[in-house]
């Protein structure tokens, strides 16, 4: 394990914003924290860096305790979301800063400033000011900065959020590209849980000052440990007491099929690739995702008598099959 996070706690005033914590970070993965805002994860990550101190617990990087020391000598690279670049220093003195002021010799700060820049698909913009990137560009430019020193761990605080969605996109594909590339160890924040399901090896679900669930991404999607993790890793509808995927939903137009309940069309409505169909059930409206196809395949209209099932192989499996209490 490259990070133990163990019996982490934190308050401000009589607000507890960690609430005992305990995480272990793989070594040379890229782990997300994830959650809604106001949870703790940013916290979190600033202890794991040094820039905030735990009331209580301990902090391991690769196997030093580092609880007690300072953010420099912990070795961590750190980008956060607004960056603060040095305006007046080009970009490829702005990777250098940190290898400079290490004192390393000149030819290896070019030939490592050189190599960084490539890596991040910005050594056409070297002799650039941070100013004349794009927002997208100069995340990235922060990222070959906390490169540079070679940290032993990259700890990311919403390193795209400030950006419009599509760049969001770009980067959080190229950042696994990148991470692909060097496999330095990995922490970042984020509070958008398509983000951390695409790009995270393992994802940390921090909600309330606690963790919720700790795993793959597919394992929080397919077997999540509570409602919380459930509701918040993607859509969920109900059907009697059951919390489900609308797209673990089908639809049949046929009667008397073996666990499907009868229910009346009330909405259909298009968005991209899927077909969103509400249907009425005794005093519930659930929501059933379709693709395209079966949509076609099944000729509905608002109106449409229908039954309502859980797919059979969802039915079976037993993350999904939970029956919930009150909601
Ligand atoms: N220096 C501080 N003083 C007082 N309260 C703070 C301080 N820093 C954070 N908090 C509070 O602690 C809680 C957790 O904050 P934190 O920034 O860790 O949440 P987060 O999960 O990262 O949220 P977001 O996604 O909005 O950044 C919040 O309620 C916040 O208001």
Same mark, same amino acid.
Request: glycine fraction near 4%; avoid cysteine; hydrophobic fraction near 50%.
């Given at each position: 394990m490259s990070i133990e996070i163990v019996n982490v706690s934190k308050?401000?005033?009589d607000f507890v914003a960690l609430d005992n914590v305990n995480v272990s970070i793989p070594a040379g993965q890229?782990?997300?924290?994830?959650?809604?805002?106001?949870g703790g994860k940013s916290t979190l990550l600033r202890i794991i860096a040094g820039l905030e101190t735990a009331d209580s617990g301990r902090i391991e990087i690769e196997g030093v305790d580092a609880t007690k020391l300072s953010p420099q000598k912990r070795n961590v690279g750190?980008?956060?979301?607004?960056?603060?670049?040095f305006k007046h220093l080009s970009v490829a003195r702005n990777v250098a800063f940190g290898l400079e002021i290490r004192k390393r010799?000149?030819?290896?700060?070019?030939?490592?400033?050189?190599?960084?820049?490539?890596?991040?698909?910005?050594?056409?913009?070297?002799?650039?000011?941070p100013s004349q990137l794009s927002g997208g560009q100069r995340q990235r430019m922060a990222l070959a900065r906390a490169l540079a020193v070679q940290p032993?761990?990259?700890l990311l605080d919403e390193p795209f959020g400030a950006l419009d969605a599509k760049v969001r996109k770009e980067l959080r594909d190229w950042l696994r590209r990148l991470h692909d590339e060097v496999h330095v160890t990995t @922490?970042? +924040? !984020?509070?958008?849980?398509? &983000?951390? #399901?695409?790009?995270?090896?393992?994802i940390v679900v921090i909600n309330e000052g606690r963790v919720e669930q700790i795993g793959s991404p597919d394992a929080l999607y397919d077997t999540p440990a509570n409602d919380f993790v459930m509701r918040f890793l993607g859509p969920v509808t109900e059907l009697g007491d059951r919390l489900v995927r609308p797209h673990d939903l089908q639809l049949l137009t046929g009667g008397g099929e073996s666990g499907a309940v009868p229910g009346r069309i009330t909405r259909i409505t298009r968005?991209?690739?899927?077909?969103?169909?509400?249907?009425?059930?005794?005093?519930?409206? @659930?929501? +059933? !995702?379709?693709?395209?196809? &079966?949509? #076609?395949?099944l000729d509905l209209h608002v109106g449409s008598e229908?039954?309502?099932?859980?797919?059979?192989?969802?039915?079976?499996s037993v993350g999904q099959s939970r029956v919930l209490g009150a909601v």
């Open positions: 308050r401000f005033g890229l782990t997300a924290l994830l959650g809604p805002s106001g750190f980008v956060f979301q607004h960056y603060a670049a010799p000149k030819d290896e700060i070019r030939e490592r400033v050189h190599e960084l820049l490539k890596l991040v698909h910005l050594a056409q913009f070297a002799d650039r000011l032993t761990v990259l @922490v970042f +924040v !984020t509070h958008d849980q398509e &983000e951390a #399901l695409e790009v995270a090896d393992e968005v991209g690739f899927e077909i969103r169909v509400v249907v009425a059930v005794r005093d519930q409206f @659930v929501t +059933v !995702t379709l693709t395209r196809n &079966e949509f #076609l395949s229908v039954q309502v099932r859980v797919a059979p192989e969802v039915a079976n």
